[in-house]
T-cell receptor
């Protein structure tokens, strides 16, 4: 049981390039989300999904797109990378019920130069 | 969701209990108190959560005051591997509601366990 798997672990992009961060979970969770963590800061919610076909914006959605075509995958797309998007990105999943916890991936460290 | 206040850092000797406080004076009746920790830039790890009553699991105990305005996470016998950033989060978790899972992370408490 792998849990939440994020790829790649590290990525360097040039300003203006686009890319997709991958996230997959094998726990049949309805809920998935993306956070970013800047140095010395807590995590901030980018986008989330409560089920296949349903997505919504979090606290810092600008510059990112998401889609949820299956329950398993929740990719995060950077449309035109900027140095301000240099961060560590975490994907999380959980069940859509009360009183339960979220499971996090190990993160993708992204540097935009 | 209610805001939380935690001390920026704490120290603890290995083998002793670590008691991490959290203030959440604006918590509302349907909000849970969650604790997560993050070890050296890994993904956050769930520890424990509670609504009103004290809770205990294999990792920790959670003590919530009667008025629910503050709580304490207790690691009963801290080890060096418990050195991490500990986040106290207050969150609504309504079944089927879009507020589920919107965890608002503050800066947490850096716990350093020393030999």
């Amino acid at each position: 049981n792998a849990g939440v798997t994020q790829t790649p672990k590290f990525q360097v992009l040039k300003t203006g390039q686009s890319m997709t961060l991958q996230c997959a979970q094998d726990m049949n969770h309805e809920y998935m989300s993306w956070y970013r963590q800047d140095p010395g800061m807590g995590l901030r919610l980018i986008h989330y999904s409560v089920g296949a076909g349903i997505t919504d914006q979090g606290e810092v959605p600008n510059g990112y797109n998401v889609s949820r075509s299956t329950t398993v995958d929740f990719p995060l797309r950077l449309l035109s990378a900027a140095p301000s998007q240099t961060s560590v990105y975490f994907c999380a999943s959980g069940v859509s019920q009360e009183n339960t916890e979220a499971f996090f991936g190990q993160g993708t460290r992204l540097t935009v130069v | 969701d209610a805001k939380t206040t935690q001390p920026p850092s704490m120290d603890c000797a290995e083998g002793r209990a670590a008691n991490l406080p959290c203030n959440h004076s604006t918590i509302s009746g349907n909000e849970y108190v969650y604790w997560y920790r993050q070890i050296h830039s890994q993904g956050p790890q769930y520890i424990i959560h509670g609504l009103k009553n004290n809770e205990t699991n294999e990792m920790a105990s959670l003590i919530i005051t009667e008025d629910r305005k503050s709580s304490t996470l207790i690691l009963p016998h801290a080890t060096l591997r418990d050195t991490a950033v500990y986040y106290c989060i207050v969150s609504r978790a309504r079944a089927g509601g879009t507020s589920y899972g919107k965890l608002t992370f503050g800066q947490g408490t850096i716990l350093t366990v020393h030999p």
